[in-house]
T-cell receptor, first 114, second 111 residues
Framework: KAGVTQTPRYLIKTRGQQVTLSCSPISGHRSVSWYQQTPGQGLQFLFEYFSETQRNKGNFPGRFSGRQFSNSRSEMNVSTLELGDSALYLC?????????????FGPGTRLTVL | QQQVKQSPQSLIVQKGGISIINCAYENTAFDYFPWYQQFPGKGPALLIAIRPDVSEKKEGRFTISFNKSAKQFSLHIMDSQPGDSATYFCAASKGSYIPTFGRGTSLIVHP
């Protein structure tokens, strides 16, 4: 079974630009969550999508948005990039979401904002 | 507000030693406590998990100890190996909610 894939793996942008990251979950998984990972803050939850609906949302500004398609693939968009947005963005998929549903993480997209 | 506090931030142990990572939580409604392991260049992967109805769970060299009254749980890695060098995250979840993660512990095991 193929794992979670994320594209691109690396991205360099400048302040003020916008970026779109993509995540393809494991086949059959309907929940996709996005996390921001930084050395000082660990894993910070951005949002979760389940069956094309945002089900949970973390404490991030509105510049961060996402969506999920009917095939469960998900995209995350960050507009008006700031230097502080430089981070590893991880996507995780699971069968049903939280609780005891194991989350399977992708390798992440490393975003650098200059 | 950080709901899951993890310590230490970094840990160095010698091969064959015991690695101990601690986590404390605030929300008594949490009912599932997984640990994730992350190697450089990879996403985190589930290592071991425990529910609050048991005080300990062991899988090979990895053991979770759980203290419900103290709202604390810890990961013990026995006979630590260089291949265990990774970042470890504890987490806690309630019902169908997405887990809340600790900030991570970078473990280095010296040969």
């Amino acid at each position: 079974k193929a794992g979670v894939t994320q594209t691109p793996r690396y991205l360099i942008k400048t302040r003020g630009q916008q970026v779109t990251l993509s995540c393809s979950p494991i086949s059959g998984h309907r929940s996709v969550s996005w996390y921001q990972q930084t050395p000082g803050q660990g894993l910070q939850f951005l949002f979760e999508y389940f069956s094309e609906t945002q089900r949970n949302k973390g404490n991030f500004p509105g510049r961060f948005s996402g969506r999920q398609f009917s095939n469960s693939r998900s995209e995350m968009n960050v507009s008006t990039l700031e230097l502080g947005d430089s981070a590893l963005y991880l996507c995780a998929s699971s069968v049903g979401g939280g609780g005891e549903n194991e989350q399977f993480f992708g390798p992440g997209t490393r975003l650098t904002v200059l | 507000q950080q709901q899951v506090k993890q310590s230490p931030q970094s840990l160095i142990v010698q091969k064959g030693g015991i690695s101990i990572i601690n986590c404390a939580y605030e929300n008594t409604a949490f009912d599932y406590f997984p640990w994730y392991q992350q190697f450089p260049g990879k996403g985190p992967a589930l290592l071991i998990a425990i529910r609050p109805d048991v005080s300990e769970k062991k899988e090979g060299r990895f053991t979770i100890s759980f203290n419900k009254s103290a709202k604390q749980f810890s990961l013990h890695i026995m006979d630590s190996q260089p291949g265990d060098s990774a970042t470890y995250f504890c987490a806690a979840s309630k019902g169908s909610y997405i887990p809340t993660f600790g900030r991570g512990t970078s473990l280095i095991v010296h040969p």
